[in-house]
């Protein structure tokens, strides 16, 4: 095939995928994500951009195995009753809305540092929502919180969502060093979060009274919650010691599944696969534009945006990189953006705040992240979060814990 050509069907395929995988609520064609992508990556294959043997090679399966070893944590903590367990108490502990509001923005915030965000959404938001039925309280400040508490939480470790999962791999920064330097911009962010929250909906939240549920929740399987907590401890101090942050995350997952003396198929059942199809498939979509040389094209023209000092360089790559992340979604673009750390003065600090930027701008809209859809559609049949009603939010939290965090990071590097 001729070189031109070839170029020319990577780019159509590129942006065919990616229009579907925006698009999905125009409803183009009748394909979620992971069949969008899906569709991309076996285009670029029967169109001749790329070989199997190249789009096999493609997949960064690190990635995945770190996705899947985290998952399988995730959902063993679910079996053995913690989430339901964790809201009921948080509930039973909050004396007032706001302080409700602020402990399920703590707690989400946290486990979504400790696990993928988007597997805390969707454990959490249906025992978000019948806490909060349960206590008579109005939803969508609270799931508003979950959500964007999810984002801003998951920045703090190399394991909190996937773009980091991937820079973690592609940068080779160490676990501990990326977290001191973020965890100060992620608790930033959550302050911020319910400052803008709680003024947004201070007449809402002054109207209501929580009411504790006669019926306590069931109490947690003690053995294997024990268990899983013991393994994630063991795990956690894996990727504090500088361990295969794939490969430990699955042997603990791994680990679980030989003591705990569970029904495997249970808990494979939890497995997001469909994230994990995505993944492999966006891999594959995305070497091939990679391989025509477009993303170094792009990165030449807009040279001139990138010049200036160390200071000025991580500025123009965070606002681009929000502004990326929003227009592609912020793992693709990370992909594409990738190629180009190493022209940077300072490629570390370009890496973290890149992270910091695709993550908080996932919270500019309901579109901008996984976590956000998980949120809102899971919560569909009890109350409607309009694109405005999250994005009036959204935007001014985008905008505030961007500018503080960057600030933050810059002064900490």
């Keep these: 095939m001729h070189p031109e050509l070839r170029e020319l069907l990577a780019i159509a395929i590129f942006a065919v995928t990616y229009l579907l995988i925006s698009g999905r609520r125009l409803k183009i064609l009748p394909l979620n994500?992971?069949?969008?992508?899906?569709?991309?990556?076996?285009?670029?294959?029967?169109c001749g951009v790329m070989t199997p043997e190249h789009a096999y090679r493609a997949v960064d399966y690190d990635t995945l195995v770190l996705l899947l070893g985290m998952m399988l944590i995730s959902a063993y903590l679910w079996l053995a009753g913690f989430f339901e367990w964790a809201a009921d108490w948080i509930l039973r502990m909050a004396r007032t809305p706001q302080r409700l509001l602020l402990y399920l923005i703590l707690t989400s915030g946290?486990?979504?540092?400790?696990?993928?965000?988007?597997?805390?959404c969707l454990m959490l938001t249906p025992l978000v929502v019948a806490v909060m039925v349960r206590g008579q309280l109005p939803l969508p400040p609270y799931l508003l919180a979950l959500a964007m508490s999810a984002n801003l939480g998951s920045v703090a470790t190399l394991v909190g969502n996937p773009q980091n999962m991937i820079i973690g791999h592609l940068?080779?920064?160490?676990?501990?060093?990326?977290?001191?330097?973020?965890?100060?911009?992620?608790?930033?962010?959550?302050?911020?979060?319910y400052a803008v929250l709680s003024v947004g909906f201070r007449?809402?939240?002054?109207?209501?009274?929580?009411?504790?549920?006669?019926?306590?929740?069931?109490?947690?399987?003690?053995?294997?919650?024990?268990?899983?907590?013991?393994?994630?401890?063991?795990?956690?101090?894996?990727f504090l010691a500088g361990l295969n942050l794939a490969w430990t995350a699955l042997a603990g997952g791994a680990l679980i599944m030989v003591l705990a003396r569970r029904d495997t198929h249970e808990v494979l059942k939890l497995v997001d696969w469909?994230?994990?199809?995505?993944?492999?498939?966006?891999?594959?979509?995305?070497?091939?534009?990679?391989?025509?040389g477009l993303p170094d094209q792009?990165?030449?023209?807009?040279?001139?945006?990138?010049?200036?000092?160390?200071?000025?360089?991580?500025?123009?790559?965070?606002?681009?990189?929000?502004?990326?992340?929003?227009?592609?979604?912020?793992?693709?673009?990370?992909?594409?953006?990738?190629?180009?750390?190493?022209?940077?003065?300072?490629?570390?600090?370009?890496?973290?705040?890149?992270?910091l930027a695709t993550t908080f701008a996932g919270n500019l809209t309901i579109l901008g992240s996984v976590a956000n859809i998980i949120v809102v559609e899971s919560a569909r049949g009890h109350v409607e979060v309009g694109f405005w009603d999250y994005a009036k939010f959204g935007i001014p939290v985008t905008i505030l814990t961007t500018l503080v965090g960057m600030a933050l990071l810059l002064w900490l590097h």
Excluded: C
């Design 33 to 46: 994500r992971p069949a969008a992508a899906l569709l991309g990556a076996v285009l670029m294959v029967a």
């Design 274 to 292: 469909h994230l994990l199809v995505f993944f492999a498939a966006l891999f594959i979509v995305v070497e091939g534009i990679n391989g025509t």
């Design 110 to 120: 946290l486990l979504s540092a400790l696990l993928v965000n988007d597997t805390v």
């Design 171 to 193: 940068s080779g920064i160490p676990f501990v060093r990326f977290s001191a330097a973020m965890l100060p911009a992620a608790v930033a962010g959550l302050a911020i979060q």
């Design 298 to 355: 792009i990165y030449e023209r807009l040279r001139g945006l990138f010049d200036g000092s160390v200071t000025s360089q991580a500025w123009n790559l965070a606002w681009f990189s929000a502004l990326g992340s929003n227009v592609f979604s912020n793992v693709p673009f990370v992909l594409v953006a990738g190629k180009w750390m190493g022209n940077f003065s300072d490629p570390e600090l370009m890496w973290k705040g890149m992270a």
């Design 203 to 238: 007449k809402v939240l002054r109207a209501a009274t929580i009411r504790q549920p006669e019926t306590p929740a069931r109490q947690p399987h003690r053995r294997l919650l024990s268990l899983t907590v013991v393994v994630f401890a063991l795990v956690f101090a894996g």
